[in-house]
């Protein structure tokens, strides 16, 4: 069964940047013809989605965070990385990295990852 | 941007009631509307895509309803592990957005 796992510091500064890495268990990003996204939740907060990339390397992404986010993928690694840079204290949240549901299909999300707590302080 | 509102925020209910949560967005989305339910600590847990359709291993007494903008899950009959919070999402057509709404908060009375 597909599972994701999130990894990265859990601690960042502010200013700097933010990265994360999920890794998919099971079978090969490159061949599944899905997109990988990534969600955040502040503490005690709903849900935001950050953005999202396709096998191939597309992506879609969130205008509100606006440049500051970047998502790949590396299928040699069959995982795939955020990175928010200039981060602030509204950065701190759970990031969750998703696999959305239908081949080629951005609408919704239904393998999660356990989440990974990241606090933006100096 | 499409904005959803879910409502009640918190519903109190005992197990073995009906529970029903209201999502409205703020223009049509068609039938594309799922919804997730979240437990302290946990990931959301894909329930209902497409509006209707129970995601693979969700329980027949969740049920989702409703098109355009006003949408409904309802579980039919409250077991000790449905209290949890439900929140709804969209993805609007061009360029693709993804929103969530705030959240009802499903609690033990």
């Known amino acids: 069964q597909l599972q994701l796992q999130e990894s990265g510091p859990g601690l960042v500064k502010p200013s700097e940047t933010l990265s994360l890495t999920c890794t998919v268990s099971v079978g090969s990003i490159s061949r599944n013809l899905y997109f990988w996204g990534w969600i955040r939740q502040p503490p005690g907060k709903g849900l935001e989605w950050i953005g999202s990339v396709y096998s191939s390397g597309s992506t879609y992404h969130n205008p509100s965070l606006k440049s500051r986010v970047t998502i790949s993928v590396d299928t040699s690694k069959n995982q795939f990385s955020l990175r928010v840079s200039s981060v602030t204290a509204a950065d701190t949240a759970v990031y969750y990295c998703?696999?959305?549901?239908?081949?080629?299909?951005?609408?919704?999300?239904?393998?999660w990852g356990k989440g990974t707590t990241v606090t933006v302080s100096s | 941007e499409i904005v959803l509102t879910q409502s009640p925020a918190t519903l109190s209910l005992s197990p073995g009631e009906r529970a029903t949560l209201s999502c409205r967005a703020s223009q049509s989305v068609t039938s594309y509307l799922a919804w997730y339910q979240q437990k302290p600590g946990q990931a959301p847990r894909l329930l209902i895509y497409?509006?209707?359709n129970r995601a693979t291993g969700i329980p027949a007494r969740f049920s989702g309803s409703g098109s355009g903008t006003d949408f409904t899950l309802t579980i039919s009959s409250l077991e000790p592990e449905d209290f949890a919070v439900y929140y709804c999402q969209q993805r609007s057509n061009w360029p693709p957005l993804l929103t969530f709404g705030g959240g009802t908060t499903v609690e033990i009375k």
């Open positions: 998703a696999k959305h549901r239908g081949y080629g299909d951005l609408y919704y999300m239904d393998v």
């Open positions: 497409d509006a209707s």
